[in-house]
């Protein structure tokens, strides 16, 4: 029983040594300079220009921290295979997260379909210009559902320092919504970059490329 405890304490330590590289980090908080410019509405009208935007924006950073796992995270540290605990944890992260994903993809899509028509457009601008009290609701329901997926992403991953991101995701969010305001979220996702930028700093330090001829197991 006791060797089985240490063993399960040895895979969750190597498990979380694949967050010391921060860019996971630093991918979080890209997302929320990206969803900074996707919100925002500007005082001519919404334009489609912000989905596009923003959409290759996430895909470099998204491709830019794939890249990294593979070319500067990988060779310094290798491969481990986790347990059936682990694997079983992972399908139910990425089944609750697809759930979440189809809710947002649906919001997002009656959105951006009513932008895009004139009339609605119109009505829409009217309306948040106005900031009343239903845009502090949809704000508040935006804000609590990338918040609560966050947060349900970092529990199942062992992701601690996710609790912190999802907190100011929340928050970004929250003031995408409300104040209009792109500089907001854009420092709040300079606060989710820094510490794993820190991070990577450190990680480069720590653990220096090996010869090529050093194997891995």
Same mark, same amino acid.
């Given at each position: 029983?006791? !060797?089985?405890?240490? $063993? ?8 979380? !040594?694949?967050?010391?590289d ?14 900074s410019? @996707?919100?925002?509405?500007?005082e001519?009208?919404? +334009? ?6 923003? %959409? *290759? $924006?996430?895909? $470099? +950073?998204?491709? =830019? ?8 995270? *990988?060779?310094?540290? /290798?491969?481990?295979? @986790? /347990? &059936? ?6 399908? %139910? ?18 959105? %951006?379909? /009513? ?12 309306s #948040?210009? &106005? ?13 609590l559902?990338?918040?609560?997926? =966050?947060?349900? +992403? ?7 320092r /996710?609790?912190?991101? &999802? #907190?100011? =995701?929340? *928050?970004?969010?929250?003031? =995408?919504?409300? *104040? ?10 300079? $606060?989710?970059i ?19 001829? %050093? !194997?891995?197991?």
């Amino acid at each position: 029983m006791s !060797s089985q405890l240490n $063993l399960k304490e040895i895979e969750r330590k190597a498990f979380l !040594s694949t967050y010391q590289d921060g860019l996971l980090d630093m991918h979080y908080g890209l997302i929320v300079v990206c969803m900074s410019i @996707f919100v925002y509405r500007p005082e001519t009208g919404y +334009s489609p220009l912000n989905i596009i935007l923003s %959409t *290759l $924006l996430i895909s $470099l +950073s998204s491709g =830019m921290f794939w890249a990294g796992k593979k070319y500067i995270t *990988l060779p310094r540290m /290798g491969q481990v295979r @986790f /347990g &059936a605990v682990r694997r079983k944890k992972a399908k %139910t992260l990425a089944i609750v997260l697809g759930l979440f994903v189809l809710i947002q993809v649906g919001v997002v899509g009656l959105t %951006t379909q /009513g932008w895009l028509n004139p009339a609605i457009s119109a009505r829409l601008n009217n309306s #948040i210009n &106005a900031r009343d009290s239903n845009l502090l609701v949809v704000a508040a329901i935006a804000s609590l559902m990338v918040g609560s997926s =966050m947060i349900v +992403s970092a529990y199942f991953t062992d992701f601690l320092r /996710g609790y912190y991101s &999802a #907190i100011l =995701m929340a *928050l970004a969010v929250f003031l =995408m919504v409300y *104040l209009n305001q792109p500089i907001y979220p854009i420092a709040i996702g300079g $606060l989710i970059i820094l510490p794993g930028l820190v991070l990577f700093v450190r990680f480069l330090r720590n653990y220096p490329l090996q010869p090529k001829d %050093t !194997s891995y197991e």
